[in-house]
């Protein structure tokens, strides 16, 4: 309220009172309840990871320095979480253990070494020829992984055949090579959505076989390298579940024994491409919501078939294709990062893994410079403010423009009691304000993160504010994390996001 009358004064001094009246009428109020009571999903503690390209192997980390300063602490800030090595490149990736080839014989190849430019355009989808990782790059993916504390996963070349099955002889060769260096290699994963082969290989393996490759890789795991018998095996990578033969897909790995080798089901989402990608797509209530049945039906297919498999969305960003230019490395990308975390949580998603760290324009540091993207402070926030549990919001806001997710606080990170409950939300309205009232908790002063674009009129910014100040790195060292203390309505601007910590919820289940 206060707010409003203050935009008032000013605008009557500046404008025609009739349009003052308008901007205090354009303001909309929303009631929220959230559920203390019961909780309707827990995740699993590293809920939110990211993942490496292998095509960063392929291109020798492109521009991405792994032992700058700055790169190890915004990469340190967000463990500890899973990684996944993986994508298009792992089905054709070769292990070789020794040295890498030195840069002037890979120009010679016309392959991407160090300092590629990327001015030029990559098109992820256009390298489907093999390529060699060496023990000595190995080594340094390893050695980045371990300096920052995160636990990756590697995906394994299926692509590698003898007749119908899969020729294991090149993994066998680099977990070899994994169990002499006593390296910690957390999973494994076989193939990227395999579903595609025959689409952009004209190659079938069809799931039952892949199950049985599956088989394969477990007996390998159990009986060659017992030392590796606990790590997590994550498939079928399967890609749009919203199509029929992808849900089928899926459903016969399985239903054909892949569901007992898998210690998660994982499938891929990416809301559409970055051809086609517009900025009014980023903030359509109903693209949003389209991940909600693919989140449903993953989860269902996977309880009928594997009760006791976790569920993850194993990559996923907004546009696939490297993401969409001045959107999907904008302020604007984190509504649908926002939303989707939300929308995986609370319908029974235990980890999303977000394309990517590092690569594309859906990376969380910039492509060129490695700076972070809003959506890495977005993702900072969320691992630090949002806990496991999963809460029952219901809201009197039914044109789905304000979306609102709550989860019991994480108070392992910053320092919050337990009980606290940590709200979510985005305002979508173009241009009105919205007032949110949480029924159960009207009189406590809440912890309230906004964050709005900088400039805030632009939300195809690159830069990004907390309660007004710019985000930015500080000496190598991540800024302070700051809220502001609220009490009563919390005003949500225009095309914003942001979150609310309620530290004396008290509630029960959040003990
Ligand atoms: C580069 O090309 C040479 C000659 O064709 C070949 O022997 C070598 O294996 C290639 N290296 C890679 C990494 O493709
Ligand atoms: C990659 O190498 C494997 C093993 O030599 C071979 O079977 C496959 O055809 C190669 N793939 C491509 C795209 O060259
Ligand atoms: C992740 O890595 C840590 C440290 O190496 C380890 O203690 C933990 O067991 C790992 N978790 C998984 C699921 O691999
Ligand atoms: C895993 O291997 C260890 C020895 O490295 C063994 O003690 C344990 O029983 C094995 N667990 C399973 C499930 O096979
Ligand atoms: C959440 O609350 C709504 C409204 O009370 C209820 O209809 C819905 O079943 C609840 N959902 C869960 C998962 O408990
Ligand atoms: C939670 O407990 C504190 C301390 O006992 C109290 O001041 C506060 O009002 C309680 N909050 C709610 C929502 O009941």
Redesign the pocket.
């Known amino acids: 309220m206060i707010r409003l009358n203050s935009l008032c004064s000013t605008c009557q001094v500046m404008l025609a009172f009739v349009s003052c009246f308008t901007e205090i009428h354009a303001a909309i109020s929303v009631r929220v309840k959230i559920d203390v009571k019961s909780e309707i999903n827990r995740l699993n503690e590293n809920f939110v990871g990211f993942t490496l390209d292998s095509s960063l192997l392929r291109h020798h980390w492109e521009n991405l320095d792994v032992r700058s300063k700055s790169v190890q602490t915004l990469a340190k800030g967000l463990s500890p979480c899973f990684v996944r090595v993986g994508g298009t490149g792992s089905d054709f990736l070769i292990f070789k253990n020794g040295k890498s080839i030195s840069s002037s014989s890979r120009a010679a190849n016309g392959s991407l070494g160090y300092g590629i430019d990327l001015s030029n355009e990559v098109d992820y989808t256009k390298h489907l020829t093999n390529f060699t990782m060496t023990g000595e790059f190995f080594d340094s993916l390893y050695s980045f992984v371990q300096s920052v504390s995160w636990n990756m996963t590697f995906d394994l070349n299926v692509l590698l055949r003898e007749k119908e099955w899969w020729d294991p002889e090149n993994a066998i060769q680099l977990m070899r090579y994994v169990a002499k260096k006593n390296y910690r290699v957390s999973g494994w994963e076989l193939g990227n959505e395999p579903n595609a082969f025959y689409h952009i290989l004209g190659y079938r393996i069809n799931a039952d076989q892949l199950a049985d490759d599956y088989k394969r890789l477990y007996q390998i795991l159990?009986d060659i390298f017992?030392?590796f018998?606990?790590s997590l095996i994550l498939g079928p990578s399967v890609t749009k579940l919203c199509k029929e033969n992808s849900i089928a897909y899926f459903t016969n790995f399985l239903q054909s024994g892949g569901g007992k080798i898998v210690t998660a089901a994982t499938f891929h989402h990416y809301y559409f491409s970055a051809k086609t990608a517009t900025e009014q797509m980023f903030l359509d209530p109903e693209v949003l919501d389209s991940l909600i049945e693919e989140v449903q039906l993953a989860v269902t297919i996977t309880r009928k078939w594997a009760p006791y498999t976790q569920v993850w969305l194993g990559e996923t960003s907004s546009a696939s294709g490297g993401g969409a230019k001045g959107l999907s490395d904008t302020y604007i990308a984190g509504f649908m990062w926002l939303d989707k975390l939300g929308v995986a949580a609370k319908y029974g998603i235990d980890v999303v893994l977000r394309q990517s760290f590092y690569s594309g324009h859906y990376s969380l540091l910039d492509h060129n410079d490695c700076s972070p993207n809003p959506d890495y402070w977005l993702t900072l926030l969320y691992k630090n403010l949002v806990g496991r549990t999963v809460l029952n919001v219901t809201s009197s806001d039914a044109s789905g423009q304000l979306r609102v997710y709550a989860h019991c606080t994480n108070i392992k990170r910053m320092q919050y009691k337990p009980g606290s409950v940590t709200i979510y939300l985005m305002n979508l309205h173009r241009k009105e304000a919205v007032n949110v009232e949480f029924l159960n908790f009207l009189s406590e002063t809440v912890d309230f993160y906004l964050l709005q674009p900088v400039p805030s009129t632009n939300v195809k910014s690159k830069f990004i504010g907390l309660n007004g100040k710019t985000l930015l790195l500080q000496n190598n060292e991540l800024p302070p994390l700051l809220p502001r203390k609220q009490q009563g309505k919390i005003i949500l601007p225009s095309l914003t996001y942001g979150f609310i910590v309620i530290p004396n919820a008290n509630a029960t289940i959040c003990y």
């Open positions: 159990h017992p030392q018998n606990s």
